[in-house]
Every structure is written in structure tokens, then in C-alpha cells.
């Protein structure tokens, strides 16, 4: 069973960066494609993007593409979500897991890790 830990949240300035983390403890990511996902309160679960294992492969959701850069790390068993030229609706409570495309693995979830920008 893979847990994870998601961190690198804050508060942020419309415009401004972060950089989310990943790390996976238990069994590793090792073989399997992760992304990361995003819920603003009252709003369902999204995907935000993923990465292949693999290769270098990576798809992104419309609403972040040219502005998130997902990559891993498979030495650190750990994958990276950078955000930059945030805006106010890219707040929310950001995940990952496992992943079937854009699909989470299963519902095992951290804690996730809260993201707000403010205008």
C-alpha cells in the first residue's frame, strides 16, 4: 500500500509560484504513472496533471496548461507539481495518487496540502 505526502502549500499573490511535493512511503511510485489532483471547496475532486513513470510523458487539464509543470524525482520516490502565474481559482486543497490516465488508483488519499491565492 502506497501512502503519500503532499506539502509546499501556501498563501500566494495573484501571479506568483509554488512548488508541491509528493513523497510516497510504504511501496514506492515506482511503475506506475501519478498525478495530481485539486478540490475547491464545494467543487468536486479534479485532475490537474500526471506524469509516466516511466518516461517523460505528462498531460495536463486545460486550465493549467502553460502554467503547471509536473516532474519527478524517481531517486527521492517523489513527484513535483510547480505552479507558476497562479490565479485566485487555482485555490484549493492539492493531491496526488496513483493514477489510470486521469483517473485516481484508488481513494486512498493524504492529507493533501492547501493552496490560496489571493487577488
Known amino acids: 500500500q502506497v501512502q503519500v505526502v503532499e506539502s509546499g502549500g501556501g498563501l500566494v499573490q495573484s501571479g506568483g509560484s509554488l512548488k508541491l511535493s509528493c513523497v510516497a512511503s510504504g511501496r514506492t511510485f515506482s511503475g506506475h504513472t501519478v498525478g495530481w489532483f485539486r478540490q475547491a471547496p464545494g467543487n468536486e475532486r479534479e485532475f490537474v496533471a500526471n506524469?509516466?513513470?516511466?518516461?517523460?510523458?505528462?498531460t495536463y487539464a486545460d486550465s493549467v496548461k502553460g502554467r503547471f509543470t509536473i516532474s519527478r524525482d524517481n531517486a527521492k520516490n517523489t513527484v513535483y507539481l510547480q505552479m507558476n502565474s497562479l490565479k485566485p481559482e487555482d485555490t484549493a486543497v492539492y493531491y496526488c495518487n496513483r493514477v489510470v490516465g486521469r483517473l485516481p488508483l484508488n481513494d486512498q488519499w493524504g492529507q493533501g496540502t492547501q493552496v490560496t491565492v489571493s487577488s
Open positions: 506524469i509516466y513513470w516511466s518516461s517523460d510523458t505528462t
